[in-house]
């Protein structure tokens, strides 16, 4: 068994990405990140910090933006679009899910598509399903595709299984997955007899939600398992969908979690800016 581990990955990443803003930087321009986050979650407090120490670490520029829980949807939007006429501004980043009390839908959409860097805007998500490479990508699906490419797997002509169907992560990774040239199947909670889909597939990616769900069952010695789901089981340990320990022995290879692909979504994340930066600035 081989093990898929994340830090490989990313360290590969970050070091082009340092190359990419010298680049920019010796140009006089310094590719930023504005990071708006409404009110105290845990969870986006988390991130944040996750965010500006990568950033730190290539060099790239962040803009954090703490907003009150009680800002209304009129007054978030009115920040957004100050962002979107920062020339300095390359990237912008809102934590999701928002209040309640804020229309999602209409402040997502408000986010200029050059800078969505977290692919919200329909813009982004239509480039996609296009083969359109200009647009800004959605990081969790982008990770699982760099996480086979950057352990030296070849996709072209593979057959893949997707378990998931949302627009967060299922639909953009399967179009990325057909740009690379891979036959893939699509399943979900309705599908029949999963375990003959993944069972045939060369690569199989989860992102199902249920911790330790898949047993052996749905994997042949040649499998090669990319576990992008996280939650944690009835004793508390964080789980991917995947019984990794019954799983890890049998399978070809398989990523860990956590250690697998979500240690590579924020560098994802911050390729995003400097891509938008170039573009921007066309260096």
């Known amino acids: 068994m081989k093990e898929l581990r994340g830090k490989i990955v990313a360290d590969k990443l ?33 991130y944040e910090r996750a965010i500006l120490k990568v950033s730190e670490s290539i060099g790239l520029h962040t803009k954090p933006i703490g907003l009150p829980v009680s800002i209304t949807t009129d007054e978030l939007i009115a920040e957004i679009e100050k962002l979107n006429a920062d020339k300095k501004v390359h990237g912008i980043l809102m934590f999701r899910p928002l209040p309640k009390s804020i229309d999602q839908e209409r402040v997502v959409n408000v ?3 050059e800078k969505d860097v977290d692919a919200m805007n329909p813009v982004n998500l239509e480039k996609i399903f296009e083969g359109d490479k200009s647009g800004l990508e959605p990081a969790t699906p982008r990770a699982a595709v760099e996480m086979i490419k950057g352990h030296g797997y070849n996709l072209d002509g593979k ?32 599908t029949k007899d999963l375990k003959n889909h993944t069972r045939r597939a060369n690569f199989v990616i989860t992102a199902l939600g249920r911790p330790a769900s898949l047993d052996k069952s749905y994997f042949t010695n040649d499998s090669i398992v990319i ?13 991917g969908d995947v019984n990794y320990e019954e799983v890890k022995d049998y399978v070809q290879a398989i990523t860990p ?22 573009q921007q600035t066309n260096k």
């Not at 140009?27 to 409404?38: D, E, G, H, N, Y």
């Not at 893949?160 to 040239?181: A, F």
Request: hydrophobic letters at 40%; a neutral charge; proline letters at 4%.
């Open 111 to 113: 986010v200029a598509p």
């Open 257 to 278: 979690v956590p250690g697998g692909v979500g240690s590579i979504t924020t560098t994802i994340l911050l390729s995003q800016v400097v891509k938008a930066c170039e």
């Open 159 to 190: 057959e893949v299984v997707v378990i998931n169907r949302s627009m967060v992560v299922g639909k953009p990774l399967s179009m990325m997955l057909l740009s690379e040239n891979a036959t893939v199947t699509i399943c979900h909670s309705h």
């Open 14 to 46: 970050k070091a082009e990405l340092k190359k990419r803003i010298e680049v920019l930087e010796n140009k006089k321009v310094s590719p930023t990140l504005a990071i708006v986050r409404v009110g105290e979650n845990d969870s986006d407090i988390s």
């Open 227 to 239: 576990d992008v789901g996280v939650g944690t089981t009835e004793d508390g340990k964080l789980s």
